[in-house]
């Protein structure tokens, strides 16, 4: 298994930042199909019901600039206090200032981490955590039961995934490539690996799809660095169907209370609870 970088090593300083955004502009399905984006309020209804009349908090893990989150908070009662986190603080921040609360607070976050840090953890509950765009990047199992560890009875947590679409995980990747195997999306991964410490060898990116190194029946798409007959794993996206997000719910003993999906089976989102 080639060694990858940290998913935090893309977002580490405005500029990388600033070329995310770009890329998110430029090629995100969520910017470009009207029907993605509505996919973020889907969740409205059911969420009225379970948070009318009560004083939550709001939690956004990997929220980069909070623009789905900001879709969502138009569609739902405002909560008490509202934290953004994200691995880029400014982001963090932008986020923070988007959504509407009372108490507004944000944070550089390692989701890699078993635990939540205390600055969170610490928040009064009840909590709605949003979790969107962050599965593709990390290790789902570990992340999602740290989550439930962290979560109590009547908490609870929407999150997305990027999902490949069909009946074939490999094919669907496959389909969806274009989306990262692209002129913006190489400028953003090729300077994050030119400013890299320790220094990364002279090279070259090269994508492709591959299955997941710890769940092979799940499609990943990786951007790799390539140098001579070095690879090192830049970039990696998980593609999973429906069905495999589901049984990653099941084995983290958290309950679906709902799944809203796009009508091209690119994304879905997930609303769970202990």
């Not at 740290?146 to 009875?153: D, E, F, Q, V, Y």
């Not at 190489?186 to 300077?191: D, G, I, P, V, Y």
């Not at 001579?228 to 084995?251: D, H, L, M, N």
Request: aromatic share 8%; proline share 10%; charged share 20%.
């Amino acid at each position: 298994m080639p060694p990858e970088l940290p998913a935090s090593a893309l977002y580490a300083s405005p500029a990388l930042g600033r070329l995310w955004k770009k890329v998110h502009l430029a090629r995100s399905p969520f910017v470009i199909r009207s029907g993605v984006r509505r996919l973020y309020i889907h969740p409205a209804p059911v969420l009225r019901k379970l948070l009318s009349g009560k004083a939550y908090h709001w939690i956004a893990l990997g929220c980069a600039d909070g623009l789905k989150e900001s879709l969502l908070s138009r569609k739902i009662p405002a909560p008490t206090s509202f934290h953004a986190a994200d691995t880029n603080p400014t982001l963090a921040r932008m986020a923070a200032l988007r959504l509407r609360a009372p108490v507004k607070s944000w944070s550089r976050i390692d989701l890699t981490s078993q635990r939540l840090p205390s600055s969170i953890s610490h928040l009064p509950r009840p909590w709605l955590v949003t979790l969107f765009g962050v599965l593709p990047n990390l290790d789902a199992l570990p992340l999602l039961q740290s989550l439930h560890r962290s979560m109590k009875p009547g908490d609870l947590l929407l999150f997305s995934a990027n999902l490949a679409p069909g009946k074939s995980g490999l094919a669907g990747a496959r389909k969806v490539l274009p989306q990262y195997d692209n002129p913006l999306t190489r400028r953003w991964l090729a300077t994050a690996a030119l400013r890299y410490r320790p220094r990364l060898p002279k090279g070259h990116l090269e994508f492709g799809v591959f299955p997941d190194p710890r769940q092979n029946s799940l499609a990943r798409i990786e951007a790799r660095w390539i140098s001579g007959r070095r690879r090192i794993v830049v970039f990696s996206s998980r593609r999973p169907t429906p069905t495999q997000v589901e049984s990653w719910v099941r084995k983290v003993h958290l309950r679906i209370l709902g799944r809203f999906i796009e009508p091209h089976r690119e994304e879905g989102i997930w609303l769970v609870t202990r």
